[in-house]
C-alpha cells in the first residue's frame, strides 16, 4: 500500500462547477495535510494546510480532512480553466522528523 | 524577486560527469530540501537539512550528495551522472518547526 495514494485522473469538471479532489494515507498517526498546486513544467505551490479534522475554507478553495477514515479532499468551488493542474497531496508521517511525504498527484482539467 | 532559487535551470550532461545543482533562498527559513520528480513516480526526498550542521539522506540519497553552505544556499552534486538520474529536480525551504514547503522553479537535468 502506498503511503499517499491520489487518483492520477484526469478529473474534468465543466467551468463553475465544484472540482472534489481525494487522498488516502497510510500513516495513521499522521498530523499535517497539505495541497500543492503544480501547473505543467512548474514547480509544486502550496495552496492549503490543514491539521484538525474537519472542514477549512480559503477562497474557493475547502480542505476536509477525516481522521478516522485516513482520508484528506480538496473541494475548489465555481472551477475556472485557470484551475486545470495537477493536485499534489502531501502528509507529515508520525516519526520524529515528520517525513512529508507527497502523493503522485491528480491531473485536474475545467473544461469551459 | 523569486524568494527561492535554483541553478542552473536546464541542465544537459554525460554519463560520467560530475554536476551541482544550487539552491539558494531569501526566505529565511532554516529547513531545505532536495527532491526529484519523475512522471508517474511524484516527488521523491533526495536529502534534506534543518540546519547549517545538520544534513540527513532522504528516501534516494544513493548516487547523491549535498553540501549546506550557509543557511540560505543547499548544493546538490551527483558526483557521477548517470541516464536513470535524468530528472526534474526542485530545492523547497521551510520555516523553523513547520512542514510547509516552498518550492524552487526547478532545474530540468538530462544525462544522455
Known amino acids: 500500500q502506498k503511503e499517499v495514494e491520489q487518483n492520477s485522473g484526469p478529473l474534468s469538471v465543466p467551468e463553475g462547477a465544484i472540482a472534489s479532489l481525494n487522498c488516502t494515507y497510510s500513516?495513521?498517526?499522521?498530523?499535517?495535510f497539505f495541497w500543492y498546486r503544480q501547473y505543467s513544467g512548474k514547480s509544486p505551490e502550496l495552496i492549503m494546510f490543514?491539521?484538525?479534522?474537519g472542514d477549512k475554507e480559503d477562497g474557493r478553495f475547502t480542505a476536509q480532512l477525516n481522521k478516522a477514515s485516513q482520508y484528506v479532499s480538496l473541494l475548489i468551488r465555481d472551477s475556472q480553466p485557470s484551475d486545470s493542474a495537477t493536485y499534489l497531496c502531501?502528509?507529515?508521517?508520525?516519526?520524529?522528523?515528520?517525513?512529508?511525504?507527497f502523493g503522485t498527484g491528480t491531473k485536474l482539467q475545467v473544461i469551459p | 524577486d523569486a524568494d527561492v532559487t535554483q541553478t542552473p535551470r536546464n541542465r544537459i550532461t554525460k554519463t560520467g560527469k560530475r554536476i551541482m545543482l544550487e539552491c539558494s533562498q531569501t526566505?529565511?527559513?532554516?529547513?531545505m530540501y532536495w527532491y526529484r520528480q519523475d512522471p508517474g513516480l511524484g516527488l521523491r526526498l533526495i536529502y534534506y537539512?534543518?540546519?547549517?550542521?545538520?544534513?540527513n539522506k532522504g528516501e534516494i540519497s544513493d548516487g547523491y550528495s549535498v553540501s549546506r553552505q550557509a543557511q540560505a544556499k543547499f548544493s546538490l552534486s551527483l558526483e557521477s551522472a548517470i541516464p536513470n538520474q535524468t530528472a526534474l529536480y526542485f530545492c523547497?525551504?521551510?520555516?523553523?518547526?513547520?512542514?510547509?514547503?516552498?518550492f524552487g522553479p526547478g532545474t530540468r537535468l538530462t544525462v544522455l
Open positions: 502531501a502528509v507529515t508521517g508520525s516519526g520524529g522528523y515528520q517525513k512529508v511525504t
Open positions: 500513516d495513521r498517526g499522521s498530523q499535517s
Open positions: 490543514i491539521y484538525s479534522n
Open positions: 526566505k529565511g527559513h532554516d529547513r
Open positions: 537539512s534543518f540546519d547549517v550542521k545538520d544534513i
Open positions: 523547497a525551504t521551510a520555516g523553523t518547526g513547520t512542514n510547509e514547503q516552498f
